[in-house]
């Protein structure tokens, strides 16, 4: 909830009473309260606009009768509201009988057919004979872009899609075309459509006229079976609508309506025309042992059989602690579960751990100190009414797309302050009134985190005295800020103080607040230090201000949360309980050096995605045997003594946990693809090759151990409702974590004058989205970024193919110049194998230093 | 698509225009009618540097473009000839006429003469009716047309 309070109305809808806020327009509290009221043009996500005049209802307030429309007209204080009166009937028909003059009525081979707003408003209306008529448009259809096609015989000209491009997707990628009868939508110049791909508008479109290229079959959506699922690519979560036919997935579509899932049925690119990756020729088929450098079919009896044999021999061997696992961002709870129970209480090994931890195990401690503090944040669908949202170091529409969705909402509806920190111009387009943007220093994040804080407390931006009579070290707070004067900030980050000034000023004042923080502050190598500071900086408004604060620890993947709530890594236990395990050390150097006998890892590839990819091929080499269970053959895949064929995300039951703690059902929609098992059924046959079978065994079963084990889970199952776990109330006291003091932002060297920045392209995420034809199609290659300053500098243009080399290694790459990225830095999305990225990193921490050269 | 350069009187009558509104996106038709003066066309360039001026996209810039008749995307004649052809002109035999102008022209209704002099175009009520058949010629009105004047007029332009 904003901090804004809305007043309560009563009102009458066809004599019934109810209450709504203030502002609301008519036809949204009919829609509430399940009252049927014509409309074409209106979408709640998005501001009025009347184009159909389909809606008209009767309005009396103080006696006084007027006809509106009630997608535009809000409610008043008392008002009666009467629906379908014969003369409201008489106009709205009058209205939709002239859409339906030109339309081709060509519904049998229509994508909405079914579920077509214009067919249930004519049934609605009853407008079964026309008084006109029909003079059909019949223009070819436009297919210039590899996903969307235009069929514009089809449109109402509603402008549902270009309103819904511009303000949900701030993309403005199309409009309207000409006027009268010639009308159309369509892109500037009629060119190829080139855009974020989010598919919004073939959501919102009531007809036919944009229509989904990626589907597999056109035509009858309403024969379609649809499976509510969640998102396997983000940490976002959306819900995402699995639409199959003869056991085949179709298309994937959003759901709008009230209270699915957290994205209220905005997806992106990646969720929506990801579904490639379901049924593909590239996908394992069998699992395969190697023999001898050769990979051979083998069954799943033998297999597992040979696992389970190998795993107790080396228990026997060498004991439980040398077995290890690495458990998935991007497999189920459950799943994640029971590879911990396996190697936990079945092997009695500690050593489990996921990607991310062993990157930055400070990001779970970063929650459980935000929960110590007060800050248990509030559930990501309150995102929209924030009063102020602090965009930390990620590019939103890139990152969480459609958490720039929920933040655009909250500019246009809420009026949210939006203040934007990264070291790159990244695009955000919103009807925000108050947005500030800070492009700072590549790598003075912390600089940027720290002034700030150290402005709330300088100007009484915050109560101070509240601040230090609730929290015991807030003058060694104070103290290790103290380098962080205006002069000192400006100088590391190149901002000027006003600036950041105005951005305390907003983040300080009474306010729901939420910070989102992006995954490139692990690459600064002061990612602890980062969110130390922004922790500090969070709770210096939670008890110096009013109002709330929310803020979630950076997540990559679908399941990056839900893996380290189930204890897949050595500190924790599922639940955060503390455990009692061996820790062992660096997981990577434990199989480099030998101490790890066997690994087995589920469904992740190190190789291709992990920061120090030398170390991983090194640590693989040596690891004597290496399970890896996956659905396509990765690098990892490849380095492996057994591969176990996994299925995809849509023939799978369980749940995810998104990066704001929300658990999520994830719901198959067609059966495992070839001889393919989920990693449920493989963890369960395995534990039973052992000869030690877990005790239960079925999905409700699993998920209530779990709520035992981990008793924030209680309640969040099956999944369906999208709950948020809550922390128990900590026990703790607050108090600051103090960053030592820094040797901030070092110079470049001269050699290598550029800094790197890498991470994950709008249309690709892990080792999935490259096999996705959809996907393939609207980003099929690599094109690194730099300013057109540097790019005149090194005499090279848009279109060049560069070299970029670090003191380690060296990448080949398109290059672009574009002012989005700033001088003295170059960026490089990660998502392509042919770029190896990670190698320049020579496996260190922190920002890579690069040169830049045209190539050839 | 190469970039598109404005004079440097152009930038100052744009500067000029652009004072003149609250609201930047207001200036939309002035700096379209600018180009289509001095381009005899709106050409996508064009279309992408007004945006850019105004901060609004550029399909938004096509969309009100194309809403109006008097912006082209392909190049018109030095002169262009709205021939009125609604009702008052058309009771004074305004058809007639416009085919003697075409058949002088050497051209059809709707094209633009091979030296680019002429483009000839029907257009509905000009607002002049009390001088019915009439015709525009850019910025200049001419009533009370017979075949003579026609001719007449036609080679007075160069
Ligand atoms: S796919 Fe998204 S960005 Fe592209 S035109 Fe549709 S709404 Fe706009
Ligand atoms: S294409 Fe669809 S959404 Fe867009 S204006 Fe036409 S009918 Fe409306
Ligand atoms: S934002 Fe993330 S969770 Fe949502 S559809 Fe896109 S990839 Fe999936
Ligand atoms: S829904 Fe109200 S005018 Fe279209
Ligand atoms: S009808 Fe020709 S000017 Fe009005």
Redesign the interface.
């Known amino acids: 909830m904003s901090t804004v309070e809305k007043k309560i109305l009563n009102v009458k809808i066809n004599g019934e009473e109810t209450t709504v806020p203030e502002g609301t327009v008519v036809l949204e509290v009919c829609k509430q309260n399940n009252v049927e009221v014509s409309n074409l043009c209106y979408n709640r996500k998005l501001k009025p606009f009347a184009a159909c005049r389909t809606c008209m209802v009767e309005t009396v307030v103080d006696g006084k009768k007027e006809l509106v429309y009630s997608c535009t007209h809000p409610v008043a204080e008392g008002m009666e509201i009467r629906t379908a009166t014969e003369e409201t009937d008489r106009y709205n028909k009058a209205c939709l009988e002239m859409l339906l003059v030109e339309h081709p009525l060509d519904c049998p081979i229509c994508d909405k057919s079914g579920v077509c707003p214009l067919q249930d408003n004519t049934d609605l209306l009853q407008l079964y004979d026309g008084r006109f008529e029909t003079q059909r448009r019949n223009e070819p259809s436009i297919k210039t872009n590899p996903i969307i096609e235009f069929y514009l015989n089809r449109c109402i000209m509603c402008g549902l899609c270009v309103r819904a491009c511009d303000e949900i997707q701030g993309a403005k990628a199309l409009d309207f075309h000409k006027r009268g009868m010639s009308v159309g939508i369509g892109t500037a110049n009629d060119e190829p459509l080139d855009c974020e791909f989010c598919g919004q508008c073939i959501t919102v479109c009531p007809t036919g006229a944009l229509m989904d290229m990626t589907s597999g079959a056109r035509g009858l959506a309403a024969m379609f079976t649809e499976t509510h699922s969640t998102c396997n690519f983000c940490s976002w979560g959306c819900t995402v609508k699995l639409e199959t036919k003869k056991g085949e997935v179709i298309r994937i579509e959003a759901d709008e309506n009230y209270n699915v899932g957290i994205n209220e049925g905005n997806l992106c690119a990646k969720g929506r025309f990801g579904h490639g990756i379901i049924h593909n020729e590239q996908r394992i088929e069998n699992p395969l042992m190697n023999v001898g450098g050769d990979f051979q079919e083998v069954t799943w009896d033998e297999a597992l059989n040979t696992i389970a044999d190998r795993m107790q021999a080396t228990v026997n061997r060498s004991g439980p602690d040398s077995l290890a696992a690495i458990g998935s961002e991007k497999l189920t709870n459950e799943e994640n579960y029971l590879l911990q129970k396996l190697f936990r209480e079945t092997l009695g090994s500690n050593q489990l751990n996921n990607l991310a931890n062993i990157r930055a195990p400070y990001l779970n401690q970063f929650m459980l100190n935000c929960f110590d503090n007060g800050i248990s944040s509030k559930p990501i669908t309150q995102l929209q009414e924030a009063d102020v949202v602090l965009v930390f170091n990620s590019d939103l529409p890139s990152e969480y797309p459609v958490g720039g969705n929920s933040v655009r909402f909250g500019t246009v509806f809420n009026n949210t302050d939006i203040l934007i920190a990264n070291p790159r111009r990244v695009v955000f387009d919103s009807e925000a009134k108050v947005d500030v943007r800070m492009t700072f220093k590549h790598g003075s994040d912390l600089a940027v985190a720290s002034r700030l804080a150290k402005i709330m407390i300088d100007n009484g931006l915050i109560d101070a005295s509240k601040a230090k009579s609730s929290i015991a070290n807030f003058d060694e707070l104070v103290q290790s800020l103290s380098s962080y004067t205006a002069d000192n900030t400006e100088k590391l980050t190149g901002l000027p103080d006003d600036v950041l000034t105005r951005a305390a000023e907003r983040f300080a004042r009474d306010a729901d607040r939420f910070v989102l923080v992006g995954n490139d502050i692990l690459d600064t190598g002061q990612g602890e230090e980062i969110l130390n500071a922004l922790l500090n900086l969070c709770t210096l408004v939670n008890f110096g201000s009013t109002g709330s604060v929310s803020i979630y620890p950076p997540r990559e993947h679908c399941n990056s949360q839900g893996v380290n709530d189930m204890g897949l890594e050595p500190e924790f236990l599922p639940g955060y309980q503390p455990s009692k395990g061996e820790k062992g050390r660096d997981f990577f150097e434990n199989c480099k050096d030998g101490t790890t006998k066997f690994l087995y890892i589920a469904g992740e590839d190190p190789v291709g995605s992990f920061y120090r990819p030398q170390l991983v091929t090194e640590a693989l080499r040596t690891v004597p045997f290496l399970i890896v269970t996956d659905v396509y053959m990765t690098e990892t895949a490849k380095m492996a003594d057994l591969i176990l064929p996994s299925s995809t995300y849509a023939e799978k039951d369980g749940t995810y946990t998104n990066m704001s703690r929300h658990v999520q059902a994830v719901t198959s929609a067609i059966l495992p693809q070839g001889t393919s098992k989920p990693d449920f059924d493989i963890l369960i046959e395995l534990a039973e090759a052992l000869g030690k079978p877990f005790q239960k065994s079925t999905l409700p079963e699993i998920q209530q151990e779990i709520e035992e084990a981990a008793p924030v889970y209680k309640g969040t199952f099956p999944g369906k409702d999208s709950k948020q776990w809550v922390p128990p109330k900590s026990d703790k006291k607050p108090e600051f974590k103090i960053n030592p003091a820094s040797n901030d932002a070092e110079a470049a060297q001269e050699s290598f004058p550029f800094t790197l920045q890498t991470n994950n392209h709008m249309f690709h995420i892990g080792s999935y989205s490259q096999h996705a034809k959809a996907l393939v199609d609207i980003g099929p290659e690599c094109i690194a970024e730099i300013h057109p300053e540097d790019a005149k500098g090194l005499g090279v243009a848009s279109g060049d193919q560069v070299v970029i080399e670090s003191s380690s290694s060296k990448v080949q790459v398109k290059i672009k110049t574009t002012r989005v990225t700033s001088q003295g830095m170059v960026y490089v999305p990660k998502n392509w194998p042919e770029v190896p990225v990670n190698n320049l990193r020579n496996g260190e921490e922190g920002l890579v230093q690069v040169k830049v050269s045209k190539s050839g | 698509m190469q970039e598109y350069k404005f004079t440097e009187e152009q930038e100052k009558e744009i500067s000029r225009i652009l004072a003149k509104y609250p609201v930047k996106t207001s200036a939309l038709l002035p700096l379209l009618t600018l180009v289509q003066r001095a381009d005899r066309v709106v050409s996508?360039e064009a279309?992408?540097a007004i945006?850019k001026k105004l901060d609004?996209?550029?399909?938004?810039?096509?969309?009100v473009m194309?809403?109006y008749t008097m912006y082209h995307t392909e190049k018109v004649g030095k002169y262009m000839i709205l021939f009125c052809i609604n009702i008052s002109c058309q009771l004074n035999g305004c058809d007639k006429l416009l085919e003697h102008t075409a058949r002088k022209l050497n051209i059809k209704v709707g094209e633009t003469t091979s030296d680019e002099k002429f483009t000839l175009h029907r257009e509905e009520c000009l607002a002049a009716c009390t001088e019915a058949p009439m015709m525009r010629v850019n910025d200049t009105y001419y009533g009370n047309l017979t075949e003579q004047r026609i001719d007449q007029i036609l080679e007075s332009l160069d």
Do not use: G, I, T
Request: proline residues 14%; charged residues 0%; aromatic residues 14%.
């Open positions: 996508p279309m992408v945006s609004v996209s550029p399909a938004y810039v096509q969309s194309s809403f």
